[in-house]
């Protein structure tokens, strides 16, 4: 498993836990999974700090989760799956 951050420290210790928690790993330290699976470069970060391809797509999710979280009532399991489920309409 491979994940890619930013040279910001606190992002790379997000990165390293997020990693930790995924694979359930038991070990108290960070510092070697962010040695062994935390990635950084330059690349990753343009990949991450440009959204600028993505903005409609994310704009349209963030409408359809909205529009589905608001909605009165029960947490129904019709509405989990619209939450849940990534589809472009």
């Not at 040279?7 to 390293?16: D, K, L, P, Y």
């Not at 935390?38 to 991450?48: E, G």
């Not at 409408?63 to 989990?80: A, K």
Request: aromatic content about 6%.
């Amino acid at each position: 498993m491979k994940i890619y951050s930013s040279e910001e420290g606190r992002v790379r210790t997000t990165a390293a836990a997020f990693i930790k928690g995924c694979l359930d790993v038991e070990s108290e330290h960070l510092t070697p999974i962010m040695v062994s699976m935390v990635h950084c470069h330059r690349q990753a970060d343009y990949m991450l700090d440009n959204t600028s391809k993505a903005m409609e797509m994310l704009k349209n999710t963030k409408q359809r989760l909205y529009s589905t979280l608001m909605e009165p009532g029960d947490m129904t399991e019709e509405r989990i799956k619209r939450v849940s489920l990534f589809r472009e309409e």
